[in-house]
C-alpha cells in the first residue's frame, strides 16, 4: 500500500488548511487511516483516527478544531484543520493499517506511512 499526503503550506494563525492522503495498491483494504504530526525536536503524536466503520477519535490537542474524513474504502482520507495555532506546525504524515489479500487464501496486515506533508503556522 502506498500513501501520498497534499495540502501542506504556510498559514496564518486562526487560518486553515485541508490534508488529503490518497492510498493506493493492488488487493488491499484499509482497516483504519490515522493522521500523525512530527514537530522540530519533537516525537512523532497521533492526531487523528477514523476506522472502516466511521468512528473518529482525537487528540485532546486538536478536538473541535480538526476533523477527520474519508470516502467509504478510507482510500482518500482528509484532515480538516482548522483555527490553526503555531503549535500546529509539523510535518503530517499519514498511516495506514491495512489488509493485503491477492488470493482467498493469502492474506497478511500491513502497516503504511506517506512521507509527509509540512504545515507552518506562522503570523
Known amino acids: 500500500v502506498q500513501l501520498v499526503e497534499s495540502g501542506g503550506g504556510l498559514v496564518q494563525p486562526g487560518g486553515s488548511l485541508r490534508l488529503s492522503c490518497v492510498a493506493s495498491?493492488?488487493?488491499?483494504?484499509?482497516?483504519?487511516m490515522a493522521w500523525y504530526r512530527q514537530a522540530p525536536g519533537k516525537e512523532r503524536e497521533l492526531v487523528a483516527t477514523?476506522?472502516?466503520?466511521?468512528?473518529?477519535d482525537y487528540a485532546d490537542s486538536v478536538k473541535g478544531r480538526f476533523t477527520i474524513s474519508g470516502d467509504n474504502a478510507l482510500n482518500t482520507v482528509y484532515l480538516q484543520l482548522n483555527s490553526l495555532k503555531p503549535e500546529d506546525s509539523a510535518v503530517y504524515y499519514c498511516?495506514?493499517?491495512?489488509?493485503?489479500?491477492?488470493?482467498?487464501?493469502?492474506?497478511?496486515?500491513?502497516?503504511?506511512w506517506g512521507q509527509g506533508t509540512l504545515v507552518t503556522v506562522v503570523s
Open positions: 477514523i476506522s472502516s466503520g466511521g468512528s473518529t
Open positions: 495498491g493492488r488487493s488491499f483494504s484499509i482497516n483504519r
Open positions: 498511516n495506514a493499517a491495512a489488509l493485503i489479500q491477492p488470493t482467498i487464501e493469502a492474506r497478511w496486515n500491513v502497516e503504511a
